[in-house]
């Protein structure tokens, strides 16, 4: 037992030591797409937040985001900014104005506390040449699809040494190239690629995505829909929404519901829920009354949209999970169209999917796939070392076009123990080991 715990201990050393010559840099880049949310890790944080302070920078003069776990009220941004009882800096809502460099610093009475931990922001942003969403068939559109970076050096640099590109692909992840004749693809720079093409009769509701990869692994996409001016006088809408995301509900809010603080009204009276859960699936009436001679008055028709919502949760507890143990993903569509979602799930031609990071369904013998139920599927298998932080990806399909999709990342569990390394918490762990041991600090020196 003591030799075994003699050589847990020299392994524990040795990773120390590999890991000390990067310690003093600690960096983490971070890929998001333009509207969702976003939790930047700080991996230097002391037990208490109130010696934390976020900075950020993006090649202007610094901001002060959080001072001593306090946040600054004073900035544009504040009501989407909120600190993790981690001491993660977490944003709501991403625009791409949000891409820069934020540096995560512990101070105790005043003084610096450790090596600063920066967490680079990169923010992936798909714009049209079009104002509207609605374009008619024969009319051209160019869809520009954008990465903003700041790591000191210039965009193009960096992503080309870092080995990252941008692609446009279809709604089965099929990379669009210019062997296409109807699409026209071009890139003036490393950083922004962009796709013209002629709408046509069938491009309604159809979705390009632009996907960013480093070293050919998806980090983050974003996906434009264009939709026909035809289907605007329909009152039935169909929203496709993944838990943890923030959704416009197409055309006041009471405080008195469980929710109010998650709900906003746009300036289209479209209703915004931020920070999706799969309890919000379901349908959403829109009215519209005016006073007519003192008297409440309904105009117009109903305005019906259907929410569902895609979610998927694991049969463990925790994202690290160790090499060899056994895994199970659920994914499952939540949905209300009045009828059973199994029902309207095959009257649709809906169907979800399990796919890998690049976007090709999962077929291999060591994944087991099932479905108890046309809106629910399963994913089981065993993982293998290559696995840490793999992802893997839920997609429901309508009629072949990807509406949305769920990625779920699992982290070994050396993750946390490098983790654990970078931090002051490895000296207390290494002085508990050896108090355990009986080792002399000359006994230490010699293993090292």
Not at 73 to 85: A, N, Q, T, V
Request: glycine residues 4%; aromatic residues 8%; hydrophobic residues 30%.
């Amino acid at each position: 037992m003591a030799d075994k715990c003699h050589l847990c201990l020299l392994g524990l050393i040795i990773l120390s030591s590999l890991l000390t010559g990067t310690s003093g840099v600690n960096v983490t880049h971070v890929f998001i797409s333009s509207g969702e949310n976003v939790r930047l890790p700080c991996n230097n944080h002391l037990h208490d937040c109130k010696s934390t302070t976020w900075t950020y920078n993006n090649n202007s003069a610094a901001v002060e985001l959080i001072n001593s776990g306090i946040k600054n009220k004073d900035i544009e941004r504040h009501e989407r900014l909120s600190l993790g009882s981690d001491c993660s800096l977490n944003i709501n809502n991403i625009i791409k104005e949000d891409y820069g460099s934020y540096i995560c610093r512990q101070y105790v009475n005043d003084k610096q506390q450790g090596t600063d931990a920066r967490v680079y922001l990169h923010v992936l942003h798909v714009s049209s040449s079009s104002s509207q969403t609605e374009i008619s068939a024969g009319s051209s559109v160019t869809l520009y699809c954008q990465l903003f970076s700041y790591t000191g050096v210039s965009c193009d640099d960096w992503i080309r040494s870092e080995g990252i590109q941008l692609f446009w692909v279809n709604q089965a992840g099929v990379k669009l190239t210019i062997s296409d004749s109807r699409y026209q693809i071009s890139a003036p720079g490393h950083c922004i690629i962009t796709l013209t093409t002629t709408l046509l009769n069938e491009d309604d509701n159809r979705e390009w995505r632009c996907e960013v990869t480093h070293r050919n692994q998806v980090k983050t996409s974003v996906t434009y829909t264009v939709k026909s001016s035809g289907t605007s006088g329909v009152n039935d809408d169909h929203v496709f929404i993944s838990s943890g995301e923030n959704v416009r509900l197409p055309w006041i809010k009471k405080k008195n519901t469980e929710r109010h603080e998650r709900l906003s009204l746009g300036s289209d009276c479209s209703l915004n829920i931020k920070n999706i859960i799969k309890e919000d699936y379901g349908i959403y009436t829109c009215q519209q009354w005016t006073d007519v001679n003192g008297q409440h008055q309904k105009q117009a028709n109903d305005t019906h949209v259907y929410l569902h919502v895609l979610h998927v949760s694991s049969s463990s507890s925790q994202t690290e999970i160790s090499a060899g143990s056994s895994v199970t993903l659920y994914c499952q569509l939540f949905s209300y169209p009045g009828v059973s979602c199994d029902d309207w799930i095959r009257s649709k031609r809906i169907q979800l999917f399990w796919v890998n990071q690049a976007g090709v369904n999962l077929t291999k013998s060591r994944y087991q796939k099932s479905a108890s139920r046309l809106c629910n599927i399963t994913l089981n298998t065993t993982l293998l070392n290559e696995d840490d932080n793999r992802e893997w990806r839920c997609e429901v399909t309508h009629r072949n076009q990807v509406k949305t999709s769920v990625t779920y990342t699992v982290k070994s569990s050396e993750e946390k123990l490098k983790a654990l390394l970078q931090t002051n918490e490895l000296q207390s762990s290494v002085t508990v080991i050896m108090k355990k041991l009986k080792l002399e600090s000359k006994e230490f020196l010699y293993l090292m």
